[in-house]
């Protein structure tokens, strides 16, 4: 459909929609929703990706989705889908919602009031962000002012313009997350397992490769800040970009532990005399984004470690 876009029609779809599907699938279809999904995303950015992404989400949060993409369309424009999946050892589908909307920047006025009577009543909202940059747009505040979470991925963003948008973003009323600091988590863990254990906290760095400092080093450092009580020094081992699938971080020192990745998947673990490898699984944004979804309470820990990015 195009042009006239209102709320009620797009809802009429979905009913007519989930009409069709129980005639055809003679009461094989549960139609599941824990929250509302919006996704906003630019131009620029890899639609099928951005919709596997999402779809894997929904088996884990089942959830209306509504894909808002900010792009070069002539006026504003949506459709209706919805999708299904059948659970492994199941003979009933599960069926989630999904509306689409493209709409230009100069019409992105017109977007929050469609995107308020699509949102589902009494469940929560999360807003997610693929280009932190979209977060910030004035025209979207009313939407995100709904939102229960706002998540966005600072990582391809420089240190500097990272914090501007987090800055924006912490004045908000709704939580923030960030994907960049979901993909130090098994860093964190593995760190606290080890002091758990009795290593002893003495000098500490972390290390990174390729230009630019990467905000999760930044977290990393400001996390082990906490940790120890002294600030952390972040210095780049290599300029050179890492290896597909690498990650930036390249290591952890605090005292006599010393983390280092070696391979993809692979962390060698060295205390003292001790040396042991661990796996640290290679996360998609699907990975980290249900591992944001998980929390949607504080984050103390987080919320610590933003405090001290910003104070740096």
Avoid at 130 to 139: H, K
Avoid at 259 to 277: D, F, I, K
Wanted: glycine share 10%; hydrophobic share 45%.
């Amino acid at each position: 459909m195009t042009g006239g876009v209102d709320a009620e029609r797009l809802l009429r779809e979905l009913d007519e929609g989930w009409r069709q599907m129980g005639k055809s699938e003679g009461g094989g279809v549960l139609r599941a929703c824990s929250m509302t999904m919006v996704a906003v995303s630019g131009a620029g950015e890899d639609v099928q990706a951005a919709g596997e992404t999402l779809a894997s989400i929904m088996h884990e949060h089942p959830n209306r989705t509504i894909v808002l993409r900010v792009d070069g369309s002539a006026a504003v424009e949506a459709r209706t889908t919805i999708l299904c999946w059948m659970p492994f050892g199941k003979r009933q589908q599960v069926c989630c919602e999904q509306i689409e909307i493209a709409a230009p920047r100069t019409g992105l006025n017109e977007v929050p009031p469609v995107l308020f009577g699509l949102m589902v009543a009494d469940l929560p909202v999360a807003v997610w962000c693929g280009d932190p940059r979209l977060s910030v747009l004035e025209e979207l505040q009313p939407v995100l002012r709904l939102a229960s979470k706002v998540m966005v991925d600072t990582s391809k963003l420089d240190r500097a313009d990272a914090a501007a948008v987090l800055a924006k973003l912490r004045s908000g009323p709704w939580l923030v997350g960030d994907l960049a600091w979901a993909r130090i988590t098994r860093w964190r863990q593995r760190v606290a397992q080890e002091i758990e254990a009795g290593c002893r906290k003495g000098d500490s760095e972390v290390t990174f490769t390729g230009e630019g400092m990467p905000m999760a080093a930044v977290y990393l450092g400001a996390w082990l800040e906490g940790v120890i009580g002294v600030p952390v020094p972040l210095r780049c081992e290599d300029p050179a970009p890492p290896a597909p699938g690498m990650g930036r971080i390249r290591s952890v020192r605090l005292g006599e532990l010393t983390l280092r990745r070696t391979a993809p998947t692979t962390v060698c673990v060295q205390r003292g005399e001790v040396r042991a490898s661990t796996a640290f699984p290679l996360l998609r944004d699907a990975d980290l984004l249900r591992e944001e979804l998980g929390v949607f309470g504080r984050d103390a820990q987080y919320e610590a470690a933003l405090r001290r990015v910003m104070e740096g």
